[in-house]
């Protein structure tokens, strides 16, 4: 995949988490500057959504752990546990948030 092809795609994954983050009545900031979102918690607590393009990869960070996402069969898969993005980000933001969001 090339550099510009992985531009596109890694687009989608962020419009798509902007859109169910926006389309939500849950009161969850967040701030996107293209290659890197911050989700924030009430709590203070933070979910960072970042595109990491020498790897070609979507990587997550939270308190519990940084996650690692390749795009395999057009799906993100994380090649360490086998998690796919969009559900361990639901995850992650309902630890955070108390409330369950569908990427």
Do not use: C
């Amino acid at each position: 995949m090339t550099e510009n092809e992985f531009n596109e795609v890694a687009d989608a994954v962020f419009a798509r988490i902007e859109l169910a983050l926006d389309g939500s009545d849950e009161d969850i900031d967040y701030d996107s500057n293209g290659s890197v979102m911050e989700i924030e918690f009430a709590d203070g607590g933070k979910v960072i959504v970042n595109r990491h393009v020498p790897n070609r990869e979507i990587w997550l960070a939270a308190k519990s752990g940084g996650f690692h996402y390749a795009l395999q069969d057009g799906r993100w898969f994380s090649q360490r546990d086998g998690s796919e993005l969009f559900a361990r980000l639901g995850e992650l933001v309902q630890l955070g948030s108390g409330k369950k969001l569908d990427f």
